[in-house]
């Protein structure tokens, strides 16, 4: 069954450095025509591959709150036509500081919208605007007072360490004054230069002075330390929450199930099918107009390429990899499948490892990526 929906609005009024997802300046876009065909994908999708049991929806970008509020209104009339919207639903949108005007966070409301998630960074003015960023910190603050006035209490605020120019010290400020938020969720992800990006080419010309490696690692230390100090459990690499504020939509991935991708560029997991869609606009648009799904790539997960995913996306979650839950997925014991690997990284202590799961140690969580890749092309099914 497919349980969430993934939205993507590709506009932003401004393009952040370090941005690699698929997005347009908002100037002189065909925005009308996009949430038009965007509605129509749900419907053709929904027609195609039906469901009742969606647990999440995310409304992710580009940045979706730089619609207007004519334009916000349509979008949310189309998801809440389409998509299957209940009570207990998780219904994020993304936003930026200063773009969220208390008459938007009033159309969320009305629309459903249960779960905020605010694109901050950092708490320093002068990183924000190395980095490309339009608001500045006293927009942050603002903007969480007037999410919690309407009536919004699942807020989530992302934050980016390693920054250029970025001291240990910036970073500990930063995260004093995430905590005075004083709410429920937190994500935390260090800096990845992404090749066709303003930084990608800054570093290739020798001008873009990251903090380093070891410096990286003792941010992402100070990270996890401070807010198993503040109360939040770190229930996966990036994301601490309070009890009962994780993120449903996430976990949807890190579980491996299915979800829809409804927008330019936007992916899904439907069926056992990776699909990736059109990226540029207007050929999005007018495929859509045609009657066709705005397929680029399709992709059918193999058996062992299910398995492995199982792993990598899994060991993600500090919980890990349910052995069980593999076993009735796949009828297979990951330790044998895996014996090699697992016990290998378990001798670097990278693993842990007992009868129901299969989990990243606190020395593991600092090499993730190499663990993931332990599981990669390896499987013999």
């Known amino acids: ?3 969430a929906a993934y939205i993507h609005i590709p506009f932003c ?4 450095h370090y941005c690699d997802f698929n997005k347009f300046y908002l100037q002189g876009q065909p925005v009308e025509e996009y949430l038009l ?3 129509k994908e749900m419907e053709l999708t929904l027609i195609h591959y039906p469901t009742d049991q969606l647990q999440t929806i995310f409304i992710g970008g580009g940045t979706p709150t730089a619609l207007n509020e004519k334009q916000l209104s349509k979008l949310c009339e189309s998801i809440t036509k389409y998509l299957p919207i209940k009570d207990g639903f998780e219904f994020t949108f993304e936003a930026n500081p200063g773009d969220l005007t208390k008459e938007k966070l009033h159309i969320l409301k009305e629309a459903g919208v249960n779960r905020i998630s605010l694109g901050v960074q950092t708490f320093n003015d002068e990183l924000l605007k190395k980095i490309g960023r339009a608001h500045r910190v006293k927009d942050v603050f603002t903007s969480i007072e007037n999410i919690k006035k309407i009536g919004f209490t699942n807020i989530s605020v992302d934050l980016i360490f390693s ?21 429920p969720h937190y994500s935390g992800y260090s800096l990845i230069i992404e090749p066709k990006t303003v930084f990608y080419n800054l570093l290739k010309k020798g001008k873009l002075p990251t903090p ?4 990286e690692a ?5 990270l996890m330390v401070s807010m198993e100090n503040q109360g939040y459990k770190q229930y996966e690499i990036s994301n601490f929450a309070k009890p009962g504020y994780e993120s449903k939509h996430n ?3 890190w579980n491996n199930d299915f979800y829809y991708g409804f927008g330019a560029g936007a992916h899904s997991y439907i069926n056992g099918n990776r699909r990736s869609n059109i990226g540029p606009l207007n050929k999005y648009i007018n495929t859509i107009e045609n009657g066709q799904l705005p397929i680029l ?3 059918v997960v193999t058996k062992t390429e299910q398995m492995e995913e199982e792993m990598f996306l899994g060991l993600r979650k500090t919980e890990g990899v349910s052995i069980p839950e593999f076993i009735r997925k796949f009828g297979r014991d990951p330790n044998e499948l895996f014996k090699k690997e697992i016990d290998d990284l378990i001798r670097k202590k990278w693993l842990g490892n007992t009868d129901k799961k299969i989990f990243l140690t606190k020395q593991g969580r600092l090499l993730g990526n190499e663990v993931f890749q332990s599981f990669l092309g390896v499987c013999n099914d």
Do not use: N, R, W
């Open 1 to 3: 069954m497919i349980h």
């Open 13 to 16: 009024e401004h393009i952040c």
């Open 37 to 39: 065909a965007l509605e």
């Open 163 to 183: 920054l250029p120019g970025q001291t240990l010290a910036d970073f500990e400020d930063t995260l004093t004054k995430a905590f005075s938020l004083e709410i």
């Open 212 to 215: 380093g490696e070891d410096i």
């Open 218 to 222: 003792a941010m992402y230390e100070l």
């Open 251 to 253: 976990l949807v991935y």
């Open 297 to 299: 790539e399709e992709h």
